[in-house]
């Protein structure tokens, strides 16, 4: 179905010349009104390209819902193996233009039908002026993955609009009914709903809704044929309610709704689904559904609690977070903080939120002493452990609104609320900012979402079958209307009811540029000031460039690749000059935009990773293992850009060398014991970030992009080693830095010239082992020749 009332069917090759196909719809189907030829943006859609006459092609692009303004900012251009792919960008008779096809507004590009399709189905993708390539729709019938494993589209011969016929019928389609299509004296196909089904939606509250002396529940279930309610109220017996469909003004029955005429705040409830019981989209009545938008649940499969608003009040709004370019993040996993924290704490409490608030507030917190400014906590929404007590990072999410019930006392009474309540309040006292790790690309099991609506929420091929690009067997499809709603009416619940600051979006290349381009829009109209934050890439892709022109930061994976290379020797210093200036243009536009790091909960540890020692176990670190671990603090923290630490990196954490840890609290616990062990390297961490907070530092966080000549790089004989002058033209007053750094395991001279070290006088700030009480005066000798040790590096600064 492309609408309601029309349908198109799919040949699997152009239909012949003359008399339309003859087709069929199942029992009692409505009455067929018309078959014609598809119109070319269905084909467009679908295949990306159709023939609009004899000879010639059309390749189509569509745009996104933000309007042609704001797609066609940027040009695009057609490329594939007739045009040499790379070579079509920027060349003016590749490029698409906008046009009205069929009355969509859409970009693109005409042209004869000769060289694509001989000798061979050409391949081709859609390309940026700045070198993006688009990613795919998921359902395109004809992607061709080659041996590099890209991932093109191709055009078919056989298959160039006519394969498309479109019909219509006297009456609207009922979306719960099983409805089929067939060619006269063939076997019927199933008819799926289209593009048409997935603006489907509502503006009304959703959830279990309080009144004063009512209870309203409700829930968008587009293709259910019953919803029934399941309630047990004060620990009584259950008992059940059906809710009605309600039509909107459209005629689409896709919200139900149920009244109780009690306010049942504290009741427990969930929902059983019925409808098609056959095909990729059957529903399976005897499953118990957690409403998407239960407040707090009792576990991951539910039930759901009803909360009623006014008793969950409001978090912390009243703390403002430091502005994006003075941030400095640690990543940090609710149970890994507390597991082993030095705080008088029972094992429930160590569970959760109880004993973290309790750490937060005592005189020994760990990320106080380290001097951040902002913390972002692994996924605190419910997720799917199995028991209370199982360890999880929490990346396969069940609810998006409710607090993990594992990490709450009393689960049952909805703790979690208060208690992370608290936690984000203790953390605004420590004046640490709090982001949430969020997790909208996936789901967990119980699949709640894919209970209510499979082919609503979730993308799948050309075939029925669930994509996953996630690595998590299903992906959200985010551009669906209630999906994008869903993910933004959960974030402002955390900010309003919470107090957050912010978000670190999971996998945000599988939501798309434009589905986080309206989660930005709608955030900031709840919160200004919200810290939005990407990882932007999935299986699929890689979205940060395309990230450039939207108020989100990027998580910077070439950053963390580089440093754990260079560190070891491995990378050129004039690589080295677009990371310290903040991975500048194509990756940031901005110097917020880029998020620094060298390791994250993901994959082994920074120090299993540079390790000497045998099996990437760097539990016992050699001394270059500690020296290239302050080498690369230096770096972190010496590079524009927001640095973020992996929680216990400045005292060496290790996991033995063990690669996905997801499920291994024992390996995950943070060992205080290590801070110890290592108080030298956990002191040098710290003075790096009281100076990137401190007055000088100054010079490195940036709000807009500096001068050209405020950086100034040198280099010596060796292709690694470097040094940077901060502030070279004076643009921003008297006061510059210079810095130097040496990867290599021999001693080395950098020549600067007597240029830079005469204006003086330099005063020695931190080497390689610790940051000085006092500047220690000379340091940068007349010629300018910079002597540095192996793994080594030192900080100057000339004070105006």
């Known amino acids: ?369 380290l001097g951040i400014n902002c913390v972002e906590l692994q996924p605190v929404q419910e997720f799917d452990n199995a028991t209370r007590q199982e360890y999880h990072w929490g990346y396969m999410t069940d609810n998006y609104f409710a607090p993990e019930s594992s990490y709450a006392l009393a689960p049952a009474a909805a703790s979690g609320v208060r208690e992370l309540q608290e936690v984000v309040r203790a953390f605004h006292r420590r004046g640490m900012a709090v982001l949430l790790d969020v997790v909208y690309n996936h789901v967990g099991e119980p699949p709640h979402l894919r209970l209510i609506d499979r082919l609503y929420y979730f993308e799948q091929d050309a075939e029925g079958r669930l994509t996953n690009w996630s690595g998590c067997g299903n992906d959200l499809r985010a551009s669906a209307a209630m999906a994008r709603r869903l993910i933004i009416d959960s974030c402002t619940h955390l900010i309003e009811a919470y107090g957050v600051d912010g978000f670190r979006f999971d996998l945000a290349e599988l939501l798309g540029v434009e589905v986080l381009s309206e989660v930005e829009a709608a955030l900031k109209r709840v919160h200004p000031d919200v810290i939005l934050i990407a990882e932007p890439w999935s299986f699929r892709g890689h979205i940060a460039g395309a990230l450039r022109d939207t108020g989100w930061a990027s998580w910077n994976d070439g950053y963390r690749d580089f440093v754990r290379a260079y560190v070891l020797g491995r990378g050129p210093g004039e690589r080295l000059e677009y990371f310290l200036r903040g991975s500048p243009w194509y990756f940031a536009k901005w110097p917020a935009q880029t998020v620094n790091y060298t390791e994250s909960h993901d994959d082994r540890t920074w120090i299993d990773l540079i390790t000497e020692r045998p099996g990437g176990d760097g539990f016992a670190p050699t001394e270059d293992d500690r020296r290239r671990t302050r080498l690369m603090a230096a770096l972190l923290f010496m590079s524009v850009g927001i640095p973020m630490l992996s929680a216990g990196q400045d005292f060496l954490r290790s996991k033995r060398g063990v690669t996905n840890t997801y499920q291994r609290g024992d390996l995950n616990a943070l060992d205080y014991g290590r801070l110890e062990r290592y108080r030298s390297t956990h002191a040098y961490f710290a003075e790096w970030i009281e100076f990137r907070r401190g007055p000088y530092g100054r010079l490195l966080c940036h709000y807009s992009r500096p001068s050209e000549g405020f950086f100034e790089f040198f280099h010596g004989a060796a292709a690694e080693p470097l040094a940077m002058l901060v502030n070279a033209d004076q643009s921003v007053g008297p006061d510059r830095l210079l810095f130097a750094v040496n990867p290599l395991a021999q001693d080395v001279t950098i020549p600067v010239g007597a240029a830079v070290a005469a204006p003086g006088p330099w005063t020695l700030l931190a080497d390689h082992d610790r940051f000085y009480p006092r500047a220690l005066p000379g340091g940068v000798p007349a010629d300018g020749a910079l002597g540095l040790p192996g793994l080594g590096c030192r900080l100057w600064l000339s004070a105006g």
């Open 1 to 369: 179905m492309d609408s309601l009332s029309s349908g198109i069917a799919e040949f699997e090759r152009n239909w012949p010349a003359g008399e339309g196909p003859r087709l069929r719809l199942g029992d009692r189907a409505p009455a067929l009104t018309s078959v014609r030829v598809a119109p070319g943006r269905i084909a467009g859609r679908v295949d990306g390209y159709f023939s609009p006459g004899p000879g010639a092609l059309t390749f189509v692009l569509p745009l996104p819902r933000t309007g042609p303004g704001e797609a066609a900012r940027e040009r695009v251009y057609l490329a594939g193996d007739f045009n040499g792919w790379q070579e079509a960008v920027g060349r003016a008779p590749w490029e698409l233009e906008e046009a009205d096809l069929d009355g969509e507004t859409v970009l693109q590009w005409t042209g004869p039908a000769e060289g694509f399709l001989n000798p061979r189905p050409a391949r081709f993708k859609f390309v940026t002026g700045e070198n993006i390539w688009l990613s795919l729709p998921n359902a395109a019938p004809n992607v061709v993955r080659d041996e590099r494993g890209n991932t093109n589209r191709i055009v078919d011969p056989q298959r160039t609009g006519a394969h498309l016929w479109r019909f219509t019928v006297e009456r609207p389609f009922d979306l719960a009914e099983p409805w089929s299509v067939a060619l006269e004296g063939e076997a019927p196909v199933r008819l799926g709903p289209g593009d048409f089904f997935f603006e489907l939606g509502t503006d009304l509250p959703l959830g279990a809704l309080t009144e004063e002396h009512r209870t309203v529940f409700r829930l968008f279930a587009p293709r259910a044929r019953a919803v029934t309610l399941h309630l047990q109220v004060d620990g009584g017996a259950e008992t059940t309610a059906a809710l009605a469909r309600r039509a909107d003004e459209d005629g689409v029955a896709g919200v139900w709704e149920a009244a109780i005429e009690r306010n049942l705040h504290g009741a427990f409830y969930w929902y059983t689904l019925d409808g098609v019981r056959e095909g990729p989209g059957r529903f399976d009545p005897g499953a118990a559904v957690l409403d998407p938008y239960a407040l707090a649940t009792l576990d991951r499969g539910g039930p759901g609690i009803v909360l009623d608003r006014a008793w969950i009040g409001g978090g912390d709004r009243d703390f403002r977070a430091p502005p994006w370019h003075e941030l400095i993040i640690a990543e940090a996993h609710v149970r890994d903080l507390v597991a082993q924290a030095p705080i008088v704490a029972t094992p429930e409490e160590r569970l959760g939120f109880s004993a973290l608030a309790k750490w937060i507030d005592s005189p020994d917190f760990y990320l106080h002493q």
